[in-house]
């Protein structure tokens, strides 16, 4: 992507963008829950099909469906929010090829040897809005998109530092040097991999959305173990906790209008045009109106941490390019996330204003070694989407997971049962565990990855 | 500053921009060291004159001369980097005015109240570049600046919770809910007040150096005592740390080319005209050749925090936008900080590429509660500008200070001493506290603010 392209693209004087989808060429992607649901006994009749309304089942997979590393699994869709539940799931074994380069005479050459080389493990929950394609899509191609990118550099991540050149070739003697100086570890490629598969799925979406005319987008939130390590990548408000006996640590944090202000107040800032003159770029603690002109008020703008106080003017009554507080805020007064993928032909109500200019697909990353971690028996990462987090903490979600683990080490459906019980919690039918008792209305699912049975669990698609 | 004023002034179309400092108009900034120096014993023969190669010695305020809070300062110019020692210091007293509203009937005048309603106490230190001016215009201003945002929302700043409206009438009756919902605290406001006073200072150095035909810029750490909190604001690569008996806590971070990557080369992405074709926005692991033409190599773009690989075109044979490790980084080829005041002229060597756009004058600004702290008998502050942290480490500098201060309580100047001290152990002196015995050749100015004689301490100016 480059600069010259996003003037093209979001500016006025650029080609004009369609402001409604193209006529369909494509047919639509078809509806359908995750493909390791199927078969599951509590869900036989709405196996794939939209929820009906009177019944809303906790679903998971059938018990000996062994996901990757034994891990559990359970969903729920929303209070009669949308028709179709629009979280969906993916996991699997992820088997990366080695490319080989041939002999110096034809180095430009790539000779594939189509044999596994590297094999990881691949978790990811994406939560959709303004329809479930998107979200399927993601599904459907994400890890894809994150097993090309990691079969292309592959080379660069089975040495103890990654090289210089990807071919080996030393071009300059103290090349290692200034990789080392750098800092440059092969985890460092892992993360580039995955900011890269993120990105290319986001270009994969908007297409395969134009040509079937459908629209929406989702969240990413996705963990894949690889080399001893375990990679958490987050674009968007899903979240993923480690839960040990002695400790919870967040492993992503979530991406809104409210926690990425800055970033969309500085690009409106840059690039006004994009608002229109419909919005306001300013952050007031609520919208303004007449009785405040000429009065000193308290905002925000885009290089502020802290607040200020500024008179008003007539411009300050428009709406705000961020509005709300909370799981409230909502950017240009549409969207709840500022990263995830999909959304391209996003549009304010009645305008011509976009929102994808504002949303980045790029994930951020954390690592977790758990070859260093010294594992107990019970050690696990909770991944869900953010009806789960609306009501329950991260210290309430490992309170309910040290009290449920030890008294079930000989089930091995365990995990899943667990990744129920979670969701349970949120229905206010056990009040007493979530302390105020709130309900989430939201689409919730859920996985529980055991850090300990890495070497125990089979793995399927 | 709107984005408009930004296109016109750096970008190509705009009026343009004077290549060179026009003709002075005013006299330039004389030369001084920090007033709280003048008759000191050591420094009497080259108070306020520039350095004599002979001697370089650490110097430190007269004993008897206290700053706030009993503060401890000592500097030593560089080893004949540049004539002038270009780091700066200024300390005193805040004295904030009230000013006060009128009665109902001319509620839009105010009524200035001469009278000091609220006192703090303010350090800061300057590394200058490029000459010394810009630093002696921030020490000599950015204290009224701060002084004069302060005094604009002082009436804010006395309540439990900032008011929606700075005249405390309540336009809506959930006002203070709106305020609360944000969480907007008082220290809130004096972020926002050190905010603004580092970007009106770099407006008045802009003016004062242009005016006086001179260039030149600086880096800003400004720690603020205010209400029982301790702020400290930094923009470059200087650094405050707090030293308690059992506790190191760093109080900033630095700002470099290399810490503020993504920042830069997502603004060299928006804007590439800024780069006027001579320099590549990609970051690679040393600057490319000829040979290096075709291979896949390592690189970071604007949006990735992880590496990747892509094949080397004829374009990434330019010289990078950031260039270089460590200390050794340099923007452009040409500034190792990225965020300071002035430099309002800087340009790439015999180019008209301007470095001004790429640089940020907003501090980060964190805030230490001294009043929970629960004060120990030797906790103090260390500011100090980066010759110092060059050579030591903040673990290095905590074992010196604890080494020192018990064996010194009855002496007055005890932290004057420990400042001299301080930077007599980066001189090699003392090779075996630095342990590798690094020496330090830069200007190096430190302060030590002792917490606990905030009620002891008188103040100067």
Not at 217 to 226: F, H, K, P, Q
Not at 242 to 256: A, G, I, M, N, Y
Request: glycine residues 8%.
């Amino acid at each position: 992507m480059s600069a010259g392209w996003f003037r093209r693209r979001f500016l006025p004087g650029g080609p004009l963008p369609a402001p409604r989808p193209p006529r369909p060429r494509t047919s639509p992607v078809p509806y359908r829950r995750p493909r390791f649901l199927r078969g599951s006994g509590s869900c036989s009749s709405t196996a794939d099909s939209p929820r009906r309304p009177e019944a809303r089942p906790v679903r998971c997979p059938a018990r000996g469906r062994a996901l990757p590393w034994n891990a559990g699994y359970a969903e729920i869709i929303n209070a009669e929010k949308s028709e179709f539940n629009e979280d969906q799931a993916a996991c699997g074994k992820l088997c990366i090829r080695r490319c080989e380069f041939g002999t110096e005479e034809d180095q430009e050459w790539l000779t594939l040897c189509p044999e596994e080389f590297l094999t990881g493990h691949y978790w990811a929950l994406f939560d959709g809005h303004g329809g479930p394609a998107a979200a399927i899509l993601a599904a459907n191609t994400l890890h894809s998109c994150l097993r090309q990118q990691l079969e292309a550099i592959v080379e660069g991540m089975v040495t103890t530092q990654p090289p210089m050149h990807l071919s080996g070739r030393c071009v300059c003697p103290s090349d290692p040097q200034f990789v080392e100086e750098k800092g440059i570890r092969t985890e460092d490629l892992v993360i580039g991999a995955l900011e890269s598969a993120f990105q290319e799925c986001d270009e994969v979406i908007g297409r395969e959305l134009e040509a079937s005319g459908q629209v929406g987008g989702c969240t990413a939130l996705v963990a894949v173990s690889l080399q001893g390590k375990l990679y958490v990548a987050n674009a968007g408000d899903s979240r993923a906790i480690l839960v040990r006996r002695d400790e919870v640590r967040p492993l992503s944090s979530e991406f809104t209008p409210e926690t990425e202000r800055q970033r969309i107040q500085q690009l409106a800032f840059v690039y006004p045009e994009l608002l229109a003159g419909e919005f306001t770029r300013l952050e007031f603690p609520r919208r303004l109106k007449g009785d405040d002109l000429g009065q000193k008020v308290l905002f925000r703008d885009h290089h502020m941490s802290g607040w200020s106080y500024k008179c008003v003017e007539k411009s300050d009554l428009k709406y705000p390019l961020i509005h709300g507080q909370g799981r409230q805020a909502r950017l240009l007064g549409t969207l709840a996330v500022s990263r995830g993928l999909g959304d391209h032909q996003l549009r304010v109500l009645d305008t011509d204003i976009q929102l994808k200019p504002f949303l980045l697909s790029v994930p951020q990353v954390t690592v977790l070694d758990v070859d260093q971690l010294e594992l107990q028996e019970e050690d696990v990462v909770i991944m869900a989407t953010d009806g789960l987090w609306d009501v329950l903490s991260n210290e309430q979600v490992a309170r309910l997971v040290r009290s449920f683990l030890p008294g079930n080490r000989e089930d091995p459906h365990r995990f899943s049962e667990l990744a129920q019980m979670l969701i349970h919690s949120t229905q206010g039918k056990d009040g007493s565990l979530t302390g105020e008792g709130q309900v989430s209305y939201d689409d919730i699912s859920v996985f529980v990855i055991p850090l300990n049975s890495q070497h125990q669990g089979s793995s399927s698609h």
